[in-house]
């Protein structure tokens, strides 16, 4: 497994390729195809006389740990002679034209902004309609202005030539992967319940719904920490794994209507998704941090692959996992951290107090005396009040005359707090992957393309 940390100021960056790029070959499925998956691959313009890599994720332009399977995706291929394959999940409810973007405020604080949302709340991307891109925002951080403006222009242009909102923010997304060595395939989940290999699937629902249902439960109860939720049951009718897409929206699946809806409206859910590619489509998958398995957490595809061994009584082509940080490039300052916080807050605190600390260093040894003098009449048995008095009004005098000096010291101190609240947004690893610069994009590329050399 290949993990390569990149310093980033206090966050770290890091590129995850498990297993190691070298073993990749070693790992892909080969052998003869079965008649059923060779008619789904001739469906989906797929090679039938080479290995199939296969990986995808929801329309929209992807963050870097995505961008990197994508790298991934291109330079395997090319590596093992293979055939490449994204699916583009357009079916999921979701906005894919919405960017989200940092920007500042009237102080320069980061703060999260969002363009192009409020069209599609709930509504599958495969349902709407492609549309002309946001305006561009004129509150977008400097270090992420070139790179929204040319997320901007590669929607507009995408938007000419699309079917689906789906369709155009994938189409974007691949405008501004414009280095591309080795073919991609794109297909598209909302099309793929027609083709033979998943027909099979649905048949074989239709003829033992409860052990399909049951299976199901079983696998992702067998790994908890996949984060999906179990199918359910009403009056003894049993809930499958797939959505009925009715202009857009997603409607459950139960056994007993099956067998008289419209295949063409049909797609998976994940762990049905996964098993179809696996089992007809590819003969090597790449995941990302949340199919796969890394750090102790459970990926839901570790329930896809009990699940379809419990049920069909089959293994599944092997899974991998690709993914990688990446951050803006914000400046040290917008990465204050809670300690910077309570240092200038004690210092605003102490600056009232010690008149040195704003420079006044006369008024400072004059506070010296005062406190020398209460700590003596202290030891003489006599009251310090007088002394008391004295130096209070001296402190009330020092916050008078320094009051510019101290405002300034209380404001840099509530910035700050403003600045640790905001650290988030500076740390962020889901921006967009075009904020983050075309340098270090290429650079991410690159560094995938040189693990797979010698593969």
Known sequence: ????????????????????????????????????????????????????????????????????????????????????????????????????????????????????????????????????????????????????????????????????????????????????????????????????????????????????????????????????????????????????????????????????????TLAPRALLMTLFLRRDVCDLFIHGLGGGATGGNVGYDRATEAWAQAWLGETLAPAVEVSATRFVDFAEEDRADRRDVAQALALAHRAAHNPGLVGDEDLQARKRERVAEIEAARQEERSPASAFRAMHEMLDDHRRAHAGELEELRRRATLLARRAAARDVALDRTWAFPLLGEGKTRRLREEIASAFASA
């Open 1 to 264: 497994m290949l993990r390569v940390p990149v310093t980033a100021g206090e966050a770290s960056e890091s590129l995850t390729i498990s297993p190691r790029a070298g073993d990749w070959r070693g790992l892909t499925r080969t052998g003869e195809l079965s008649e059923r998956a060779l008619a789904t691959r001739e469906a989906l313009g797929l090679p039938t006389d080479r290995p199939i890599i296969a990986s995808g994720h929801q329309a929209g332009i992807w963050h870097a740990g995505i961008a990197a399977k994508w790298f991934a995706l291109e330079a395997s291929a090319e590596a093992l002679g293979a055939g490449a394959l994204w699916v583009v999940v357009d079916h999921d409810p979701g906005e894919p034209l919405a960017v989200r973007y940092p920007a500042r405020d009237a102080d320069g604080v980061l703060v999260e902004r969002t363009v192009g949302a409020g069209s599609g709340a709930g509504v599958a991307p495969c349902a709407l309609p492609a549309g002309a891109a946001w305006a561009l925002p004129d509150d977008a951080a400097t270090e992420v202005a070139d790179g929204l403006r040319a997320m901007h222009d590669a929607l507009s242009q995408a938007g000419e030539r699309s079917r689906s909102a789906g369709e155009q923010a994938h189409r974007g997304a691949q405008a501004l992967l414009a280095e591309a060595t080795t073919e991609v395939r794109t297909v598209w989940s909302s099309r793929l319940a027609l083709t033979t290999g998943f027909g099979d699937l649905i048949d074989a629902m239709m003829a033992d719904a409860d052990r399909a249902h049951e299976t199901y439960n079983r696998a992702l109860r067998s790994a908890a920490g996949a984060g999906l939720r179990e199918l359910g049951a009403r009056s003894g009718d049993v809930e499958l794994p797939m959505w009925r897409l009715d202009d857009g929206r997603r409607v459950a699946v139960y056994a007993s209507e099956l067998g008289s809806i419209d295949r063409a």
